[in-house]
């Protein structure tokens, strides 16, 4: 038999998946971001380790 | 009634316990103090790139945090002032603390590492330890000293901030971290004293059950005239300037006046105005923090206008 009554829990789930979601689709954004900078700041498409080792 | 009355049991965490087990009001103060360690080194970061790095080692505090809590739930159980915490109050597993502790200890410096530098990235790992291992298991049960251990761990932030931007360590990140050490003592054992928590229950060794509340009024002082030549020295340093020596100067005059205050009396004394001097001197100390770093980045703002610095 499916539950179908909503309980007290299901809004404290819904809250947990939501924060996770949130958080998860922060991180990406963080991640997407710093690939940005890090990539427009190369120079000449070279990596920083091998402009150093020039 | 309905079917779930078989798995409800009103203990089912919320999204807020998960944020609780990363302890936010110690995230903050590390927060801070990496952010200052961050913008006073002399090397320029990308302002998304020190953001995210801010952010990662918030995160490695906060794993820290949840590892605490997973470890120390026996204690939490039994002092009134942490049975609240998800733990010991039975909303989180302590199993979950570990995993989500872990998960975001490993995150948290692997993403350091690739957003800022590997060196700030094993800073953040070898903080994690000292808190957990060193100061967690090993230490804070077996000796009255452990807060001055433990202390260490939350004078790291400030240095890995400087890690993030310069890659490495100096004097002034070292003495950044003398500061928050050396101050963590007085700051604690000010709480002890009125608190009154039960340590001796849980089996903590704090000093003012170990060596008598008398002994620990002698030990803030004496910190505190340890403490004292840290924020000078710092303030003389290349992130210092006029603002952060006036600003040493004054804050540790005030606070030694309050730790001789916390010396002279006996509990008595203390019982009877309801513990005001050493409330104050512990409000004071957190002042004393704060303004300290906030002169250092008021040092540094006052830079591009040829203003601030020797």
Same mark, same amino acid.
């Given at each position: ?15 947990r998946? %939501? ?6 689709? +922060? ?20 990596? @920083? ?6 | 009634?309905? $079917?779930?009355?078989a ?20 995230? &903050? ?16 970061v ?10 990662? =080692?918030?995160?490695g505090?906060?794993a &820290?945090?949840?590892?605490? !809590?997973?470890?120390?739930? $026996?204690?939490?159980?039994? !002092?009134?002032r942490?049975?609240?915490? @998800? +733990?010991?109050?039975g909303?989180?597993?302590?199993g ?10 490993v ?35 077996r ?13 790291? @932030?400030? !240095? ?13 990140s ?7 050490f ?5 700051? #604690?054992?000010? %709480?002890?004293?009125f ?7 849980a089996?903590?060794? !704090? ?9 620990t ?12 030549? #840290? ?7 290349? =992130? ?8 040493a100067?004054?804050?540790?005059? %005030? ?17 009877? $105005?309801?513990?005001?001097?050493e ?5 004071? &100390? ?7 770093f906030?002169?250092?980045? +008021?040092?540094?703002? %006052? ?5 601030g610095?020797?």
């Amino acid at each position: 038999m499916a539950i179908r009554q909503a309980h007290e829990i299901h809004g404290r789930r819904l809250g947990r998946n %939501l924060g996770l979601g949130l958080v998860l689709a +922060v991180f990406v954004a963080l991640v997407f971001g710093l690939t940005v900078v890090k990539i427009s700041h190369l120079k000449e498409g070279k990596l @920083p380790a091998a402009e150093a080792s020039q | 009634m309905s $079917d779930l009355s078989a798995v409800d049991h009103g203990q089912e965490a919320g999204f807020g316990d998960y944020v609780q087990l990363l302890k936010p009001r110690v995230m &903050s103060l590390v927060v801070f103090t990496a952010m200052v360690g961050l913008i006073v080194a002399p090397v320029p970061v990308h302002p998304f790139v020190a953001f995210t790095a801010i952010l990662f =080692i918030a995160l490695g505090g906060g794993a &820290s945090g949840a590892l605490n !809590m997973w470890y120390d739930a $026996d204690i939490d159980r039994v !002092m009134r002032r942490t049975q609240s915490r @998800p +733990v010991p109050a039975g909303r989180v597993g302590a199993g979950e603390a570990l995993g989500l502790g872990l998960a975001l200890s490993v995150l948290s410096c692997l993403m350091l590492g690739l957003a800022a530098n590997w060196f700030a990235g094993a800073f953040l790992a070898f903080t994690i330890f000292f808190y957990v291992v060193v100061y967690t298991m090993w230490l804070k049960r077996r000796t009255p000293q452990n807060i001055v251990i433990g202390g260490a761990a939350g004078a790291f @932030p400030p !240095m890995i901030g400087w890690a993030v931007a310069t890659g490495g360590v100096s004097v002034e990140s070292v003495l950044m971290f003398a500061l928050i050490f050396m101050w963590t003592p007085p700051h #604690f054992w000010a %709480l002890a004293l009125f608190m009154k928590d039960d340590y001796s229950r849980a089996g903590v060794p !704090m000093l003012t059950v170990t060596h008598g509340r008398a002994a620990t009024r002698k030990h803030i002082l004496v910190y505190t005239l340890l403490l004292a030549p #840290f924020p000078v020295a710092l303030a003389l340093t290349s =992130i210092g300037g006029p603002v952060t020596l006036v600003t040493a100067l004054v804050l540790n005059a %005030l606070f030694i006046r309050g730790a001789v205050r916390i010396a002279r009396r006996d509990d008595a004394a203390a019982e009877a $105005d309801g513990y005001r001097a050493e409330k104050a001197f512990f409000r004071f &100390s957190l002042a004393y923090l704060f303004l300290h770093f906030g002169a250092l980045l +008021v040092e540094a703002s %006052l830079a591009p206008f040829g203003l601030g610095g020797w």
